[in-house]
């Protein structure tokens, strides 16, 4: 478990692949997260690639200014429905891209990206709604 802003800044800026690997993939406490983007907000893409960072905190992330930050939250498996539908709407078209492609997009998503302006993200969304259809 990470404890700290500072352990987290520590592992990931490590050299160490056991120590970068423990800040992908090992947990901390809600408070610890939030402190880490508060005191190194440069580290919110890092965070929201986190295997283990809560929802409450994805749900931060996904108002970032950064579109790499909401583009790596786009693609958690675990992200809401209604996260989901704030990203369909996302000014920044990879993170619609990264959404329509998310393995737990939904149906409800999938039908406002078929009317997405690029061209990649309408027609994979109309795919993959063919598919559901069909199963």
Known sequence: MIESAEEFKRLRE????EEYRRA???GADTQVWKCVLEKYPD??????QNKAVPIEVLEVLSKHPDPKVRDMVARKRKI?????????TDSDPSVRNTL???G???????K???NDAWQTVSERAAEKLQALIKS
């Open 14 to 17: 490590s050299d160490i692949p």
């Open 24 to 26: 992908a993939h090992e």
């Open 43 to 48: 580290m919110a893409f890092w965070v929201a």
């Open 80 to 88: 809401t429905e209604s996260l989901m539908l704030a990203f369909a």
């Open 100 to 102: 329509v492609n998310n």
């Open 104 to 110: 737990k997009v939904t149906e409800r998503v999938l």
């Open 112 to 114: 406002i990206l078929v």
